[in-house]
């Protein structure tokens, strides 16, 4: 007799655990870099905006990810420099048009998302990646829900191969992701 | 006897020299205005001005700068061109009407040989308020490539856009205040 009742825990159970598919948002979803330049002053540029999915199951802590972010639209206000960083030993944009991020290993503090774990492939090379959420929260735009955040992480470029202009220009650069999901 | 008269000369000309205070040209290649603005609460836009011109004078010496920067508020850049459209329309930057905004610093605080501030005034959409930038890191080198001496750093403070009249979307869709990220190299003449 107790069949229905556990039957109904188990089918709630799965509901909840349904993972919700979120769309990135065009309008909010770019990666800014920060560069330090012969240790004085900081370079940036933008990718984007970045295309991609999110799932999120914030009731079991789980979530993944997969983002394509163009290397070729590389926009840091200048078309010298725009044109720099798409050469062979900075992005390979002509061999290498698009980065990817892909991340399985998600932590999450309460329900609030704090670290994506992933891998992060540029120039054709992948190399592990964390990026920590500064910020993270969900609301509800005109009835769709919208999830996202403001993430940070950093690499060494001459991990990938992006060699140009060291050491004058660091090897270490900082990421800072802006994304928008959309639920669909 | 002589010797002292002449050092003390020298010194006293090298001292006037540095007290006249250098002329740095801005670098364009690494001088920008980036704002940043949450958005909902929920993430940070950003969006930088492409085209800007100004100048600087610098007196590590005399611990005494001025430094002047227009910035041609049409050439907002987010990656959104609708977004950009509407940055610049009345609603929120009025460019048509104001198509500049300047800062001018004039007080420069120093720790050592480094500057860690500079306070003026920002005048945007006809108004004028004090604004200080903070220096996260400033340094000078002698650059390979103009040989010359190049200073800058990298410099941030956090304004309340209605002061300026810069109302839109207040605040909900992005709250009152607005940070800037200025990064800035200037080449001695």
């Excluded at chain 2, 929920?42 to 001025?66: H, I, L, P, Y």
């Excluded at chain 2, 860690?116 to 340094?139: E, S």
Aim: charged share 20%; proline share 5%; hydrophobic share 40%.
């Amino acid at each position: 007799m107790k069949f229905p009742a556990l039957l109904l825990t188990v089918t709630a159970a799965s509901a909840a655990a349904q993972p919700a598919a979120y769309v990135l948002d065009p309008a909010h979803s770019f990666v800014h870099f920060e560069v330090l330049h012969f240790g004085t002053s900081t370079s940036r540029g933008r990718f984007g905006p970045i295309a991609g999915a999110v799932t999120l199951d914030r009731s079991a802590g789980r979530g993944a990810v997969s983002l394509r972010v163009p290397t070729t639209g590389v926009d840091t206000g200048l078309p010298v420099f725009n044109a720099r960083l798409r050469e062979a030993d900075l992005l390979a944009s002509t061999e290498f048009p698009d980065a990817y991020f892909v991340a399985t290993r998600f932590r999450f503090e309460g329900d609030r998302l704090a670290e994506v774990r992933g891998e992060f492939t540029l120039r054709g090379v992948s190399q592990p990646l964390s990026l920590f959420a500064r910020r993270f929260a969900c609301r509800s735009d005109e009835g769709t829900e919208v999830c996202g955040g403001d993430f940070e992480g950093e690499l060494l470029r001459s991990d990938f191969g992006a060699t140009f202009g060291l050491p004058f220009v660091a090897d270490r650069v900082r990421l800072l992701v802006q994304v928008e999901g959309r639920r669909h | 006897m002589n010797k002292l008269v002449i050092a003390a000369a020298c010194a006293v000309v090298v001292t006037g020299a540095q007290a006249d205070g250098g002329n740095y040209a801005l670098d364009p290649t690494h001088t920008f205005v980036t704002f940043e603005v949450t958005h909902f609460g929920t993430s940070t836009n950003r969006a930088r001005f492409d085209k800007k011109e100004g100048m600087v004078q610098f007196d590590r010496a005399a611990r005494t700068g001025r430094v002047e920067i227009t910035i041609d508020m049409a050439s907002i850049n987010s990656g959104v061109p609708p977004f950009d459209g509407h940055l610049r329309s009345k609603d929120i930057l009025n460019v048509s009407e104001f198509p500049t905004a300047k800062f001018v610093g004039d007080k420069f605080s120093f720790s050592g040989d480094k500057v860690t501030a500079v306070a003026g005034t920002l005048t945007m959409m006809g108004q004028t308020h004090p604004v200080t930038l903070k220096a996260n890191r400033f340094n000078c080198y002698l650059n390979p490539m103009f040989k010359r001496e190049v200073c800058g750093g990298d410099f941030e403070t956090v304004i309340q856009r209605s002061q300026w009249g810069v109302n839109y979307g207040l605040p909900a869709v992005a709250p009152d205040n607005v940070r800037l990220v200025v990064q800035v190299e200037a080449v001695k003449q």
